[in-house]
């Protein structure tokens, strides 16, 4: 695999369930992201990890928890969420402060 | 705080005619990175071209080119001999290069183009 990976790519949840998200980035780069891409809104960045450490929260709710324990992985872990959470969730990497490549996405559903 | 506006949600344009897309930018830094972004239906979001602020020279990439107008905080898409792959939104984004809002993207809410047979 090349590039940004993403999985699984569609994802459904009961509001009860315990789910993760993975991303994973074969481009040798030193930071990652996630962002939740929603209906007629712009693209909404929730989490940046630079050289695996947090550096920008965006506000988000404690129901989504990340997690990146090398510069090649980055998970989204999601408990309790809410049906306004269903969206398009992508991962991005990049070099320090340069371009950002992106996933595929995963398609979450939350009922 | 930096704002992208994208004032045309959507647009056609006949295969292998010319299209240009607007965005316009707010912001207060003075060095940036520009970027256009297109998303197919497929939706994996993909990088068209990218122009730094410093440079006078509007970046082109094949059949993709950019107007940069630093001043007017103008920064508009022209895609040259439209083809039916070229079908997708695309994204408007801004990043300024130093400091607390370095890593933060900034997006536009996008422009549907379709291209027509």
């Known amino acids: 695999e090349t590039g940004v990976t993403q999985t699984p790519r569609h994802l459904v949840m009961g509001m009860t369930n315990k789910k993760s998200l993975k991303c994973e980035q074969h481009?040798?780069?030193?930071?990652m992201y996630w962002y939740k891409q929603s209906a007629k809104k712009p693209l909404e960045l929730m989490f940046v990890y630079s050289l695996e450490e947090r550096v920008e929260n965006n506000s988000v709710p404690s129901r989504f928890s990340p997690e990146c324990p090398n510069s090649s992985h980055l998970f989204l872990h999601l408990h309790t969420l809410q049906p306004e959470d269903s969206a398009l969730y992508l991962c991005a990497s990049s070099g320090i402060k340069d371009t950002q490549y992106f996933g595929p996405g995963t398609r979450l559903t939350v009922l | 705080a930096q704002t992208v506006t994208q004032s045309q949600p959507e647009m056609s344009v006949q295969e292998a005619e010319t299209v240009t897309l607007s965005c316009t930018y707010d912001t207060s830094e003075n060095n940036y990175y520009l970027f256009w972004y297109k998303q197919p239906p497929s939706r994996q979001m993909i990088l068209v071209i990218r122009?730094?602020?410093?440079?006078?020279q509007n970046a082109t990439e094949n059949r993709f080119s950019v107007n940069f107008q630093k001043a007017a905080k103008s920064f508009s898409l022209k895609i040259s001999d439209s083809q039916l792959g070229d079908t997708a939104m695309y994204f408007c984004a801004f990043i300024p290069y130093s400091g607390a809002g370095s890593y933060q993207l900034t997006f536009g809410k996008g422009t549907k183009l379709s291209v027509i047979p």
């Open positions: 481009l040798g780069h030193n930071a």
């Open positions: 122009q730094e602020a410093y440079k006078q």
